[in-house]
């Protein structure tokens, strides 16, 4: 067996994966946050990233994104569970990453790499108003699930109360990752 995935990294990708999952949601557009992304990482300056945001709405490579999203690739994901466009590694730094992809309806792959080869599996499941974390095995390692408060818990499989998403913080993490923020910044910024 490799190196563990730190717990806090984890847990984090729980927290931050249940935010979106228990929320539901009608199709992940990916390839307009793939526009989104490009028109943001042209520039570090807010006038040309306006300008180019001006020059993509009048070519019309937003509507057309939108659009292409709508009827093909929310449509594949719909059906099949994926959105081909929303694949998305994280580089953690020191050789670490871990790799997001849709694995079917309401689950998401979560894998990790250590220097570019595959050293651990989980899964994100959303049952009802519970998200389950489970190895590669199948196995539960932790469960979230929303509140009556609003807010998100994170359980371990004994009932310990590993970590907590408040409301104001929960929206937070939501509108950053439909913002086309890495979980990493959606959490942490």
Not at 135 to 161: I, K, N, Y
Not at 169 to 184: E, F, I, K, Y
């Amino acid at each position: 067996m490799g190196p563990r995935l730190p717990r806090r990294a984890a847990l984090a990708a729980l927290a931050v994966t249940s935010a979106t999952l228990v929320g539901g949601c009608f199709g992940s557009f990916g390839l307009t946050q793939k526009v989104w992304k490009f028109n943001d990482g042209a520039s570090s300056n807010k006038w040309v990233k306006w300008l180019l945001f001006l020059g993509l709405i009048i070519i019309p490579v937003y509507s057309i994104s939108v659009f292409v999203d709508a009827i093909v690739f929310n449509t594949i994901e719909f059906f099949t569970g994926k959105n081909p466009m929303l694949s998305r590694r994280e580089d953690l730094g020191q050789g670490h990453a871990l790799a997001f992809s849709a694995d079917g309806p309401d689950a998401v792959r979560v894998e990790h790499f250590e220097r570019g080869q595959l050293v651990r599996a989980f899964r994100l499941e959303r049952r009802g108003d519970t998200v389950t974390l489970t190895d590669h095995r199948g196995r539960a390692l932790a469960t979230a699930r929303e509140l009556p408060t609003g807010a998100v818990e994170v359980r371990t499989t004994r009932g310990d109360v590993r970590a907590a998403l408040e409301p104001a913080d929960r929206q937070r993490v939501v509108a950053a990752l439909q913002a086309g923020r890495t979980p990493g910044e959606a959490l942490l910024g």
